[in-house]
Every structure is written in C-alpha cells, then in structure tokens.
C-alpha cells in the first residue's frame, strides 16, 4: 500500500533544455513514520535513477516536525537516492505548499524559468501516469470491441473507476478540484465510481479548516442514465463527468439548457486538439499525447458512429455493450501458450549465450541463480559469475577474443583514469584492462566510493573508462556520470562486462541516457563485451518464497517425520547459497529416489551438441527464463504473450508440461512462472488438461515421467499452479495415496495447509 504518490516525467517545455522530474506529492496532516516514507523513497529509487529536478509538494497544515523531514533532515529523508552529489539539493531540490484553493507557492528551492509551464505539467503528468498504471483506458481483444451508451463503437473506453484507486493519487487528483468547491451546494458526478472525488474535496476543506457548507453528493447509476437525465442542474451546483473522448456530452448539456458552460467539468479528457481548446476550462486533464510538448501521453483512438460503418463489426469482432455503473463487459478472454523454437518465443541471443559460457570446465559454472554480490538480504533470480569467468577468462575463447578486441578498439591513448564500480568483479576487469593495454598508458584505478571526486583536478583533461562487470539496471553508471558533470574535459567512457537488461526498450533508454553529453560531438562511447536480455527479480524468486514456504511447513509438522528431514535438508542448500557464490545443480527438489533432475539429450532450444553430464541445473533455468521474460515484456497484443490485463489472461498451456517431458524442464517452467501462468482455474479446458495431467505422473511417479512430481506439488503449495478446487481435492488425494513416504506427507501437508 502507497502512503505516497511519487512519480517521474521529462519535462520538455519549462526551459530550454529537458529536464527530468521526480516528484513526491504528501497529503497527510502527518508523516508518522519517517522510516515509511523512506522505504518508499527508496522503493522508488531502486527502479528509477536520479533527476534533474526534485520536488516536493506538502500541504500547508503539515505538522512542523514533518516539514523538517524535507529541509533540515533532507539528507536522512533521501540517503538512497542514487548518484546524488553534496550540492544536489541546493540546486535540484523544490518544495511547493498548497493552500486550501490548490494554489502552489514555493517553499524552498530555485524554480524553473516558466513557472507556470512548470507546475501544469507537473499535474498534467501526474494525472497521466495515475491514469495509466492503474489501468485508465480498457483494450478489447481480437475477438470483440465496444459499444458504448451512445451506440458509438470502438476497441478502447476511458474506466476512471479503474484510476481512483490509492488514496494518494485520489488526493492529487482531488487537490485540482479545490477551486470549483467555493459555494457549492449540489455535487453531481455522473457516476457512482467518481464519488470518492468530491469527498476527498471536503477532507482537504476539513484539514485547512475552511468553514464550509458541506455539498450534498449525488451520483447517477451508470452514465446511460446521466446521458438520459433531463432535469435542469441548480445553478449553485457542479457536475463531474469521469470522461470524455469527445467534449460533446458539455455541448449536450448547455444546448438542451441543463447546465451552464462554468458548472461542468471533466476529470480526463482524450481527443482531438480542436475540442481540447474548445473546452479547455472545462478539462481538469488532458491525457492526449502531443509528440513535442507531451509525448508520455495516451495515443488517441478511433470511434464508429454505428455498426454500419464500424470495421471491427466487418472484421467479424464481436460488439459487447458497455452498461453499468462500473462498465463490466465480458468474463476474460484466456488463451493457453505452447512454447516453441520460434524467434517471437526465445530470443536468438539465448543458445549462443549459453554455449560461450559452456566453454569452460564444470568448476568455473558462470550461469547461476539465487545470488547477489553487494546485498546479503537479496538475490538476482538470475546471476552471472563474472569473477569466475575473468579469473578463469582463458577457457571461455569467445568471451576473450571479444573482449580483447573491443579493450583494443574502445581504450583511448589519453586515459588516465579507470572507474570501477565497488564490486570484485568490477576490480577484476579493470586490472584485466589494465593489463591489455600497452604500458605507456599506465591509468591510476579508482574505487566508486564517497571520496571518488577528490581523485580529479577541475581543468583536468583526458578519458576515462567506468568499468562495470555487469549491470542490470545501470544506477551506478548514472551515478558516475552525474558525479563527473563537474569535470567537463575529461571524457568518459563506459566499458561493461555483461550488460543484462530486461528488455531492448529499457537498454535503449539506459544507454540514451548514459551517452549523453552537451553535444553529439560529447556523446560518451558504451561498449558491452555482452548482451543478453533476462529477468532482473531479486526479491521474490522462487527460492526466496520456497524459504518462507518451508519455514512454516517445519514449524507446524513433526520434527521425527521424514518430511521433516527431507524439507530440513533443502533449507539448508537454500540459506547456504552465499557460500558457494549461488545456486548450480540444487536448485530443484531431489527425485523421489533422492537424486538431482537433469537434462538428457535433444534439448530444443540449445542448437550445439552438448554431454548431458556436465549440464547445469542453472543453465537449463536460464535458458527456460530467457524464454517466459521475453514473452512477459510482449505487446499484449502479440501472440504469444504472457502479459494480462483484466480482459486478457495468458496462460502457460498445460500441453507444454506433455511436449517438454523432462522433469528438469518441468521444473524450469514452474519456477519461473508467476502464478498469473499457471492459472488453470480460470479455464475449464485448461483445468481438466491440467488435472488430468497430474493425475498421470501421480500414478507414475517412480518412472522419468513422474520426476518432477515434488516440484509441482511445490507449485501447488506456493498457490502459483492453480485449479478449481473440487479437482485440487482430488489431486491431492490421489498424491496421498502415493507409495513413497515424502510424497504422501507433502500432500497430507498441502491438504491440510490449502484445503482447511
């Protein structure tokens, strides 16, 4: 739950230069919990770099002591803001105050050239991204559309009950509303699912302690019967409209003599300039995308007066009517996903990855998971060993050859100085850097640390390599590049081992960024020896939750049982990651003879010949995670895809468990999974499929067919694979019965844990 509302934009017009905006909006009377608001700070940070400007919006009737937290205390408030330099503050930091009309004045900082410019887009982005994360704006499928009240058809509708859903961003949105409550008497909102709008109105009022004559709030049922409404609106009244692609429904109103022009006032607005302008004091935001001025904004849509004209309705897609007060259509549409050696499914970087990093002997795994360098409370669900690969870089040909050309390539004659970042392996490549470069260069190798910017003389000129082993999300080579602006001629450089990504988008943003300089002919070089696209979850990997899972599974079962032993053994692999530097071949549940899965020949998405005995566990994970990230970061649209919204569910068909019969596989997929993809209750071909499926390595769970039992039942325990209940039962039944001891108590376990 967010206490907050913090967001981040680039801002294009406020000056002559964009800038990027992080903003942090604050409604409570009080911060109670100065250790809250940091988290969230930080929870924000750990996903977004450092901004040009950072500003703060508070409430005049904040409490003095919460005030502090922003002035005196700022360096406490926003210690895990990453890259921040002694003077970010002073020169980045803005604090507004808004009064009981909604009027911002400047409390603290230097604000930009265009004020006015400033603040409108700070609300105008805001209200987007509010509208746009929580699901603003409903798609339908291939398979059907809408039609709305207005008989108009259309593939997209505007749902604000969808946005009104943190009470922060409720708060924001409602703040902009405070000027049109002055003599209110009626609130007319033209559905019941804005209503939260007007009332959160009233609470700023109260918190301002404005005496006031509170409105009565009246809603309508659905906007069908507000279109249909006839009567004329009392004149001391306001009337909220949740939406409107089109501005007719204020022209309606005042031609047919209901309202005046002043009175109406509607919350998002999405359509064409002209009826932008015509209606611009009736519009508190205009999502419409504008290339120049407002590119993050929502792309316009088309609408068909009626069917006749409608091209979806010729397309064959089916026209579902949108009635009632929170506009529910249809059950979702499922589709069921079987994964194939096509481009669209994996990736082609992913077979080549794994082969070059195969090269070495089975000591020097590089592929591994569950581990992270520099954080002992977290770890990457996928990790690279980049301290094994440069202390044994001569068994990985690939790897070096491409390394030693780009060290000769990219390494300019005039380097004087090596950035690393505070990681072994970043130390590592620096010192192999340093050696493959002729002598006479000879750069003095620095640690990325809080004294970083006393090694530097201003004036100084040159270059400078920043080396990273590897990198996912490349705060810490924003922090370098925010750090060294003070120094303008020496030249940067970045040089990363492995860059890992989640996807191209993020990449092309990322290095956008990093390459940035005053001019194109600034532009700083990035060179990566390797790229590869992969998940960047590190906190709630499988085996961080299979460690919660069996923690209260040993504390509630008996300490003599052999479930007890079994699950005590395979904690222990678990919290003992660290110590050999991740996980390789423990990272399933042991066969029910005791031994490790493992890949046996013909593995479809590798395309070299590889011995079946020196396959990883961890390769096989990769290759399998490689597969469902790439089809998570999909177009929704796309097919296939893993990406859900409420109308679309993509699901892992249960037929890939039939066409990858090795339990290793099996277990991969599980894994790496969210529940969202293993969701077979949602579909009762899917359900039966997968029930039936179950059922028959239940029966065989002393064969190959059946060794991968435990780890579905782990599925089953950690609820990310899903059936109907009434199937659930029998399942779990039918496991109990099973011969093996382990077997049969797990499944007593999980009837007891699920079922109760």
């Not at 960047?536 to 007890?564: H, K, P, V």
């Amino acid at each position: 739950m967010k206490n907050y509302f913090i967001f981040k934009y680039e801002d294009l017009t406020s000056s002559d230069e964009k800038m990027k905006v992080t903003v942090i909006f604050i409604h409570q009377q009080s911060i109670y919990s100065k250790n809250t608001l940091s988290q969230e700070i930080n929870k924000f940070f750990q996903k977004n770099s450092i901004t040009d400007k950072l500003v703060v919006i508070l409430p005049e009737y904040l409490d003095n002591d919460s005030i502090k937290l922003f002035i005196e205390e700022r360096n406490d408030t926003f210690v895990r803001i990453p890259g921040r330099s002694k003077d970010y503050f002073e020169e980045n930091l803005i604090i507004y105050s808004y009064d009981v009309t909604g009027k911002l004045s400047i409390k603290e900082g230097l604000e930009p050239e265009n004020r006015n410019r400033f603040v409108n887009n700070i609300f105008r982005n805001g209200n987007a991204i509010i509208f746009k994360e929580n699901g603003g704006i409903v798609e339908s499928t291939p398979d059907h559309h809408f039609v709305f009240p207005s008989n108009k058809h259309c593939s997209k509708f505007l749902r604000t009950g969808n946005v009104l859903i943190n009470q922060a961003e409720v708060f924001f949105l409602s703040l902009q509303l405070l000027k049109y409550f002055d003599d209110i008497k009626f609130v007319y909102c033209d559905t019941s699912s804005i209503n939260t709008l007007p009332y959160a109105v009233l609470e700023l009022k109260r918190r301002f302690h404005s005496e006031f004559s509170t409105p009565a709030i009246f809603s309508f049922k659905s906007y069908e019967l507000f279109e249909s409404y006839q009567e004329k609106f009392p004149p001391n009244s306001l009337i909220l409209i949740s939406s409107s692609t089109s501005g007719n429904i204020v022209d309606r109103l005042i031609e047919d003599q209901r309202a005046e022009k002043e009175q109406i006032k509607v919350l998002f607005f999405l359509g064409k300039e002209k009826n932008y302008l015509d209606k611009k004091e009736n519009i508190i935001c205009n999502l419409t995308k504008d290339d120049k001025e407002f590119p993050q904004g929502e792309e316009m849509f088309e609408t068909a007066e009626n069917s006749s004209v409608c091209k979806l309705c010729k397309n064959n897609s089916r026209p579902v009517n949108i009635r009632g007060d929170v506009f529910l259509t249809v059950q979702p549409k499922v589709y069921k996903h079987l994964l194939n050696i096509k481009a669209e499914c994996i990736p082609l970087t992913v077979s080549p990855f794994v082969r070059d990093f195969r090269d070495g002997s089975k000591e020097h795994v590089i592929i591994k998971t569950f581990y992270k360098d520099t954080d002992p409370n977290s770890n990457y669900e996928i990790y690279f060993d980049f301290i094994n690969l440069i202390d044994n870089i001569t068994e990985y040909n690939s790897y070096k050859s491409s390394l030693d050309r780009l060290i000769d390539k990219h390494i300019p004659a005039n380097t004087k100085y090596i950035i690393y970042l505070p990681d072994d392996g970043s130390l590592k490549l620096s010192n192999y850097l340093k050696k493959q470069i002729p002598s006479s260069i000879d750069p003095k190798i620095i640690k990325l640390d809080r004294d970083l910017l006393s090694h530097f003389k201003n004036g100084e000129t040159g270059s400078v390599m920043v080396v990273a082993s590897c990198i996912i999300t490349g705060k810490k080579l924003l922090q370098v590049s925010r750090l060294m602006r003070k120094f303008e001629k020496l030249n940067l450089i970045y040089f990363v081992g492995i860059f890992r990504p989640i996807n191209d988008s993020f990449a092309n943003d990322l290095i956008n960024d990093l390459k940035k300089g005053k001019g194109k002919s600034d532009e700083r070089p990035f060179i990566a020896v390797e790229n590869i696209n992969t998940t960047i979850t590190q906190q709630r990997s499988s085996w961080a939750l299979e460690i919660n899972f069996i923690e209260e599974l040993l504390g509630d079962i008996d300490d003599d049982s052999l479930l007890f032993e079994f699950f005590n053994k395979r904690i222990d692999v678990l919290r003992n990651n660290k110590s050999s530097r991740g996980l390789t071949n423990n990272l399933f549940l042991e066969k029910f003879d005791g031994s490790e899965l493992f890949l046996r020949k013909s593995f479809a998405f590798w395309k070299f010949i590889y011995d079946e005995r020196e396959v990883n566990q961890s390769e096989v994970y990769f290759t399998i995670s490689s597969i469902i990230n790439n089809l998570e970061n999909r177009d929704i649209n796309s097919h296939p895809s893993l990406k859900q919204t409420n109308y679309v569910r993509n699901l892992l068909s249960p037929r890939n468990f039939h066409r990858f019969n090795d339990g290793i596989i099996q277990s991969c997929l599980l894994r790496c999974s969210k529940p969202d993809y293993l969701s077979y209750d949602l579909d009762d071909e899917a359900n039966l499929q997968m029930k039936e499926f179950l059922s028959s390595i239940i029966s065989k769970y002393d064969t190959e067919d059946g060794e991968a039992l435990l780890e579905f039942l782990l599925a089953i325990g950690l609820k990310k694979l899903k059936l109907k209940k009434v199937d659930l039962d029998i399942i779990l039944l039918e496991a109990q019965k099973c011969g093996d001891t382990i077997i049969s108590e797990f499944s007593t376990y999980l009837i007891k844990y699920l079922l109760s």
